[in-house]
Structure formats: C-alpha cells, structure tokens
C-alpha cells in the first residue's frame, strides 16, 4: 500500500532554516508527482511547490520562491523540502503529497502524516 | 490568482441530513476541483477530483458536481465519521494550486 512517511517535528530559530523528509513506498516513485502543503493552526491548507518525481523538474508557489527548495533522491524514493530564513510565521504543519499523476497540478491522493515545525526564539 | 469561496463557513446538521458545500472560483476553472475532507489532527483526504469523480474508496455518499465557477460537494445521509472540515483546490492556474477557507460541518 502507498505510504508516505516523514521526519519529525523541528523546532528552530528566525532564520534558520529546516529540512524536511518524505520516504515513499508502495508505488514507483519515479512516475508521480510530489507536492509539498503546508498549514498553519486553523487555516486552510497552502501549496508550496511540486517535483515531478522522475526528471526532477521543480514549480515554486510565488510566495515561497525565493526560500523553498524541492528535491528528491529517485535510489532511496525520497523527497526533500528546505525552507531557509524562517520566522515565526513558518510555524506549521508540512505535509508531502503525492499526485495521482506525474504531472503538476493534479490532485493529492496520498499525504504524509505531516511534520510540525515550530519557529520560535 | 484565482481566488475560491466557500459557503456556508459553518454547518450543523444531523445524522442522515443531505448537506450540500458550494466552492466558487474567480474565474473559470473548468472541471479542474478536488474536494478534501480532514478531520482534526489528521491530513486531508481526497474526496472527489476532476469535479464529480469518486476517488477510489470513497463511500458513494459523497458526490462532486458544477463546472465553470461554481461546484458543489453534496453528502447524502450524513454519517457520524462525516463530521469534518472541507476544502475545496482548484489546478486550473498552472502551476498554482490553492484551497478554499474550508466548510466546518458539525453535529447539530
């Protein structure tokens, strides 16, 4: 079954920056899409930004452009999002997502159980 | 960007109710809405996509329908486990994803 696990929960300080993991397994990697959401305490959920799993091509959501960075590691089925220069308005809950197809803007069939990280000095 | 609504904000209703969630966009956006369902402390859920398509493993319950700028998720027979919060996401604005503020439907 399809399974998107990720790393723990971070606590960091106003311009830090955090890394966080997404090992999949249950389907070919490679052939799906991988979208990274965030959502702060009561709020709707937000985009961040999409890898097509297989040739790495990357889209950003404008409002995290210029700090969010989106890889994955194909060999091991893992996807990575950092997000640099954080602030107290980063505290949130990061989720992976994966597509149901390769492609960008295709919707989310499988989360992550979400990864809480807390901004804080 | 393409910005949805969702009305009501708020739900009450009863086990057994037929409740209908209205997602209005922007502009037109086609057929391209998913809806999600989550549930307190947990990931969303895909509900519907394209629309009106049942995604694998969803009760029959649930169904999508509207195209253009206004859809709607409607639950018949409003079940226990149903009580959640929904979003719908527009994918028409490549490569923009977003989510409408969500519709809270509670136990009345």
């Known amino acids: 079954q399809v399974q998107l696990v990720q790393s723990g929960a971070e606590m960091k300080k106003p311009g830090a920056s955090v890394k966080v993991s997404c090992q999949a397994s249950?389907?070919?990697?490679?052939?799906?899409?991988m979208s990274w959401v965030r959502q702060a305490p009561g709020q709707r959920p937000e985009w961040m930004g999409w890898?097509?799993?297989?040739?790495?091509?990357?889209k950003y959501s404008q409002k995290f452009q210029d700090r969010v960075t989106i890889t994955r590691d194909t060999s091991a089925s893992i996807a990575y999002m950092e997000l640099s220069s954080l602030r107290s308005e980063d505290t949130a809950v990061y989720y992976c997502t994966r597509g149901r197809t390769q492609f960008a803007n295709t919707p989310m069939d499988y989360w992550g159980q979400g990864t809480l990280v807390t901004v804080s000095s | 960007d393409i910005q949805l609504t969702q009305s009501p904000s708020f739900l009450s209703a009863s086990v057994g109710d037929r409740v209908t969630i209205t997602c209005r966009a922007s502009q037109g956006i086609s057929s391209y809405v998913a809806w999600y369902q989550q549930k307190p402390g947990r990931a969303p859920n895909l509900l519907i996509y394209a629309a009106s398509t049942l995604q694998s493993g969803v009760p029959s319950r649930f169904s999508g329908g509207g195209s253009g700028t206004e859809f709607t998720l409607t639950i018949s027979g409003l079940q226990p486990e149903d009580f959640a919060t929904y979003y719908c996401q527009q994918l028409n604005d490549y490569p923009v994803v977003s989510f409408g503020p969500g519709t809270k439907v509670d136990i009345k």
């Open positions: 249950g389907y070919t990697f490679s052939l799906y899409a």
């Open positions: 890898i097509n799993a297989g040739n790495g091509n990357t």
